[in-house]
Every structure is written in C-alpha cells, then in structure tokens.
C-alpha cells in the first residue's frame, strides 16, 4: 500500500467517526430528505465557517501554548465541524441522486 494509500484510508477513517458522532447527535432534527437543495447549500456553507472558526481557535490555543488536554478539545471539535461539513456535502449529493433517480422513473413511464 503507497502512503498515499495509507493516507487516505486514515483521513476517512478520521471523517466517518465524526459524521457519525455528528449525524447520531443532531438525529432528532430529522432527515434531510425533504430539505431543497437550496437550503443544503446554505447550511454547507454555514458549517464551513464553523469548521473555519474551529480550526482557527485550533491554531490560536496552539500558537498561545494552551494545555494538551484544552488543544486536544479543540481538535475534537474542529473534527466534528469537518465531520457535519462532509454529512451536508453528502445529503446534497444525497438528494441530487435521489431527484435524478425518481426524474429518471417518470421519464420511463411516460414511453
């Protein structure tokens, strides 16, 4: 296996933890099925500013000599903002499948 490999298998191992964690803790909102496009976009763009703030706390705490035990916080935290980030990315593709799948249907059934 190339680091590349190796890399990529542990960057995603990373990422599927945190959606996980996240989509268990936000479960009572519901699915995002029946949310448009739109509003998924924007919620996207929302948690890439939180992932951005997390990070930059990450960087600040780092640079300000805080506690291992404090910066390790931090970086759970900037984890599960990229957790949420990735989760809205995939709902958007999620529901673009799902639009393309049932389009794909009427089409067949008005031949």
Do not use: P, Y
């Not at 996207?44 to 992932?51: G, P, S, T, Y």
């Not at 930059?56 to 759970?76: F, H, T, V, Y």
């Amino acid at each position: 296996m190339t680091t590349r490999e190796q890399d990529s298998q542990r960057m995603l191992s990373t990422l599927q933890r945190a959606q996980w964690r996240k989509l268990r803790q936000n479960a009572h909102k519901g699915s995002w099925s029946l949310t448009t496009l739109h509003t998924l976009c924007g919620r996207l763009h929302e948690e890439v500013a939180e992932l951005q703030d997390a990070v930059q706390n990450l960087e600040r705490a780092s640079i300000g000599g805080m506690s291992l035990s404090g910066l390790d916080e931090l970086a759970d935290a900037a984890i599960d903002e990229a957790g949420d980030v990735a989760n809205f990315a995939g709902f958007i593709a999620d529901r673009i499948s799902e639009e393309m799948r049932i389009s794909k249907q009427q089409r067949r059934s008005l031949l």
